[in-house]
């Protein structure tokens, strides 16, 4: 259940940080008009971020893990 709640939480963050990285014109936060370098890097971050999250969401056909 833990790994469940970390997985979606890391997703979630990831979401945000893209959403905010490329609104962030339209939303008053970017200092420069248009998709700078900042935001293309806090793009690419949060889509990192949401990647990892979804690689590491349980798989319920995998099993118990082997530990």
Request: proline content about 7%; aromatic content about 4%; hydrophobic content about 55%.
């Amino acid at each position: 259940m833990l790994r469940k709640r970390l997985s979606l939480a890391i997703a979630v963050i990831g979401l945000l940080v893209s959403l905010a990285s490329l609104l962030a014109g339209v939303i008053g936060i970017g200092g420069v008009p248009g998709v700078g370098v900042r935001h293309t890097v806090g793009a690419v971050a949060g889509f990192v971020f949401l990647a990892i999250g979804m690689a590491m969401w349980p798989n319920p056909d995998a099993g118990p893990p082997d530990d």
